[in-house]
Structure formats: structure tokens, C-alpha cells
């Protein structure tokens, strides 16, 4: 196996662009760990697809495959535009590990309310109590909604 260069770009991949250098450099590696973390989530939320248990299985179960579908979608889009931009984007599971800033879940079990938890608000962030009417929470429930956004206080 051949140990990739990050700073030499073949000329064969070299692709016209009226920004310089640096700007290139610059959005790619932000678009870069946009996509590491994209996979990280598609990852994630197959994770919890493939995990989630409980009275409310169905329609998480759903939700979750539904969700992971729209965030893989972005994945392309995000790598093309590096480069059309005249970047080089991701080349492997090694490289989306390296970049990603989206935590693993790892767990043996995760409780269906934590996973939801987690794929709402950003590791680190405070989750706002479920209980409380201004929470992010309130968006998930909305009155009157049935189905897979509805998330049981109970
Ligand atoms: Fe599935």
C-alpha cells in the first residue's frame, strides 16, 4: 500500500479555478471535515437503526434509516465540491477517523431517548431538559404530530 502525499497533487488531478491557492486550501479542508463528519453521522445513526429498542421501535427504527439516507445523500455533494474547487477530499475510513469531530457511540446499549438525545445536539452542547416546553425538544414533538418524531415524555 502506498502512503498518500496530502501536499502533492498529481497534475492529473489538478482542475481549473480562479481562487488562489490558499483559499482552495482552506475550503477543502473545512468541506473536508464537513464530509469526515457526515460519515460519522450516517455511521452513527446506522448504528442506532440497527440498535434502537423499546415500545416506540417502528417508528425510530424508520426515522433513523430515513434520517441516515438524507445525511449520506450530502456526502457526494460535499466531496464533488472540493473538488471542483481544485481539492482533494476523502480517500478513506482511515482518513474520516483522523478528521472526524462527531463522536463514535460505541455502547453495547443505548437507551432510544439518548440516541435521539445525541443525534440532536452536538457533543459537548447542553441538552436542554425534554420536560421543558423551550427546549430543542419541543421541535421533535410538535402538537398535533404522530408518528416517528414523536417522542413519548412518559
Ligand atoms: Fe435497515
Redo the contacts with the bound molecule.
Sequence with gaps: MSKAKPDKVSPDLDTPTDLPQAAVDKISASLNVLLADAFALYVKT?NF??HVSGRHFRDY?LML?EQSDAIFATTDQLAERVRKLGGTTLRSIGQIGKMQTIQDNNESYVPPREMLRELTFRDGASAPDPESRDSGFDALHRPGMTGPFTISTA
Aim: charged share 40%.
Design positions: 446506522k437503526h440497527w427504527h434509516d
